[in-house]
């Protein structure tokens, strides 16, 4: 894959509207975050509803109290110089009771804020698991075929990246932005005692700073977005790099420099982006900061000469330098908070958007079909994969019955592990049909068919988990089952070698948790083998190379096995192995996704064709 290619993205916002519209309109995911965190826990929400109350309203009270502090103050030395007699207790008691008073208050504050904290954090692990299982939950209703669409799969990894945090981080805001919003008005109540111009004066200084700070996240969010592809190919070569299942042949065909330099080169494109974006967003921020600064250094000269020509008292001044200082950080942070509001609105919508991906119903409810036994007919089944411009399979007909199986050769990319995708509905046909008993297969109820069928594919999964899990795993109804494990095991020929381990059946396998044991590649061909029939009830065998990576003396055992046990079963074998293939009841030779010869191996051979020379040549190799 060729490097990354050095183009900026597109920074400019929507054109189907005003900016302002396109600003506001990125919040209509916060009542839907604001629902999913009260449907997480009412508890720790109303929690932080009430300490966000508290936090809003008592740093204007303590701002109040300070006023009476400084005036109390202020009269007892006064009356003091006027007797001139010592301080007693009655003169210190005003003074000390807006004290004790003031501390309560500050205590009270401390407590709303601990409180605040400590939910946020117990909430930040619930909602984070509960977004992470919806992601995990949407997955599962997905198609195949979305999830090998790469478009799509850039909205499940932005999903999965930043929209996990970003539900709880809007709520954070939303209630800091609502205890602002109350510290200002009781700010507001005070300095409307002094002007109502004071209060203009402040919303001016903390204006330009928030223009600045939702333009950039904009531009952050969107630059986010248009390099997801790269962030992508980033974790798959970190992957690539530190896995145990690639690292034996990254290190043997000398990969490392390469692919790091690949690594780098991703991060070198992705850095620039984020410095320029940085340093303009950093450079913007502090200039028009400069503005506030101003403001404020302004409404302090004016409560000042306020003071000094004796319009204000010493703790009115006091208390209006406060309200000034607190009201300014108070408007700045809910102007901060509408800004971080808006950038997680915005990845938010990566959330939504892929939990909000239609998905076709799985519909059919048969769980028989019209013709009991008469197995599996596809009729001139046609396939084109999302996007291809060529077919996979071209009118293909097949008539499989129960006790028979068929095998199917061809080149690699020739449509047959297309043709297994159909059969088990991870695709529909794009022409044609495919009749289970008689019945379209999709009229069929999804989990009744997948139930009957006993899969081993090419690329099986080896799962990071238990011996037996990894047996259990065929049939989610016996995945505790020991017995059933040990006779799937069996039947696999896993039994014998899988008693050998430490553990047995209970053994970790793979190497990513502690004591996990690693299994040669026939070993966990044989357990891929056993899982397949782990499915008693299964009648319908597909077996997509089964035998690839054993033996000739294991496969020779497994072929045995099959045709003894095979009875009223229908059994689709791929294979290269022509040992294999020839004793199938039927053989399909597929070329370019078309059938071009079928019959069983003796009326193939006859008529010399594709499959016949495929055979003499691999006998070849044998003599």
């Known amino acids: 894959m060729p490097p990354p290619q050095h183009r900026r993205p597109p920074l400019t916002p929507p054109q189907d509207g005003s900016r302002l519209e396109t600003f506001f309109g990125v919040f209509r995911y916060s009542r839907r975050a604001l629902a999913l965190v009260w449907q997480t826990s009412r508890f720790l929400t109303l929690g932080l509803a009430l300490c966000t109350l508290v936090a809003g309203v008592l740093p204007a009270v303590a701002a109040w109290i300070g006023q009476l502090i400084v005036d109390a103050v202020v009269a007892a030395m006064a009356h003091q110089r006027e007797t001139e007699t010592a301080l007693s207790w009655a003169d210190t008691w005003p003074v000390m009771r807006y004290v004790v008073a003031e501390a309560g208050v500050i205590a009270a504050i401390a407590l709303a804020q601990r409180g605040l904290s400590a939910q946020q954090s117990l909430l930040r692990a619930l909602l984070g698991q509960k977004v992470n299982v919806m992601i995990l939950e949407k997955a599962g209703t997905l198609s195949l075929a979305q999830f090998e669409d790469s478009e799509f799969y850039d909205k499940l990894t932005r999903a999965r990246r930043e929209a996990s945090t970003r539900p709880l981080g809007l709520v954070n805001k939303t209630f800091s932005l609502l205890q602002n919003a109350i510290s200002l008005t009781s700010f507001g109540v005070l300095l409307m005692q002094f002007s109502p111009w004071a209060i203009l004066l402040l919303v001016i200084g903390a204006l330009p700073v928030f223009v600045s700070e939702a333009k950039f996240s904009g531009d952050a969010f969107r630059l986010f977005r248009w390099r997801s592809p790269q962030t992508r190919m980033q974790m798959y070569l970190e992957t690539v790099l530190a896995r145990e299942d690639s690292i034996k042949e990254v290190k043997l065909f000398g990969l490392e420099p390469l692919l790091l330099e690949r690594y780098r080169k991703i991060f070198d494109t992705l850095y620039d982006e984020d410095r320029r974006l940085t340093l303009r967003r950093e450079t913007w921020g502090f200039l028009l900061g400069l503005l506030g600064t101003l403001a ?11 003071t000094i020509s004796g319009t204000l008292t010493l703790g009115e001044m006091t208390m209006y330098l406060m309200v000034f200082k607190q009201g300014q950080s108070a408007l700045s942070a809910s102007l901060t908070a509408i800004s971080g509001m808006y950038e997680d609105n915005l990845y938010l919508s990566n959330l939504y ?4 991906q239609p998905v076709a119903a799985e519909a059919g409810s048969l769980t028989e079909g019209i ?7 596809f009729e001139r089944v046609g396939f084109t994969y999302p996007g291809a411009d ?3 399979l071209r009118d293909v007909s097949l008539h499989l019955v129960p006790g028979q199986s068929l095998a199917l050769v061809g080149a690699n990319g020739s449509g047959k592990t297309t043709l297994i995708k159909l059969l088990t509905r991870l695709y529909e046909p794009s022409s044609g049909r495919i009749l ?3 019945s379209d297969l999709r009229e069929w109820n999804v989990q009744t068919l997948r139930r009957r069928i006993g899969v081993i594919f090419q690329d099986f999964v080896r799962y990071q988990l238990k011996v037996g899990e990894n047996l259990g795993a065929g049939d989610v109804e016996a995945f505790a089952d020991e017995a059933r494990w040990q006779e799937a095991a069996q039947r696999g020929l896993a039994d014998e070698f899988i008693r050998a381990l430490p553990g047995g059946y209970h053994t970790q396998l793979g190497r990513w ?3 996990g044991q690693e299994l040669s590649g026939g070993q966990w061909q044989k357990i891929a083998l056993a899982r397949a029939h782990m499915r008693e009830g299964a009648d319908i065998l597909v077996l997509d190379e089964p035998t690839a990576a054993m033996d000739a003396a294991s496969e020779a055992a497994i072929y045995a096995d099959f045709r003894e046990h095979r009875r009223d079963k ?3 074998l791929i294979s290269h192995r022509f040992s294999t293939v020839r004793a199938a009841d039927q ?6 996704g078309e059938v071009i010869e079928r019959g069983d191996h003796a009326g193939l051979m006859a008529q010399d064709g594709r499959y016949a020379r495929l055979f003499r040549l691999q006998a070849e190799g044998y003599r």
Do not use: H, N, S
């Open 513 to 515: 948790f502690k004591g």
């Open 390 to 392: 060529k077919p996979a």
């Open 296 to 306: 404020f250094y302004g409404a302090y000269a004016w409560v000042v000469v306020e």
């Open 587 to 592: 053989i399909l030779v597929i070329d370019d």
């Open 570 to 572: 229908m059994t689709l």
């Open 371 to 377: 013709r009991p036994g008469d197995g599996i007919r």
């Open 353 to 356: 958007e892929y939990l909000e």
């Open 436 to 438: 289970l008993d008689g």
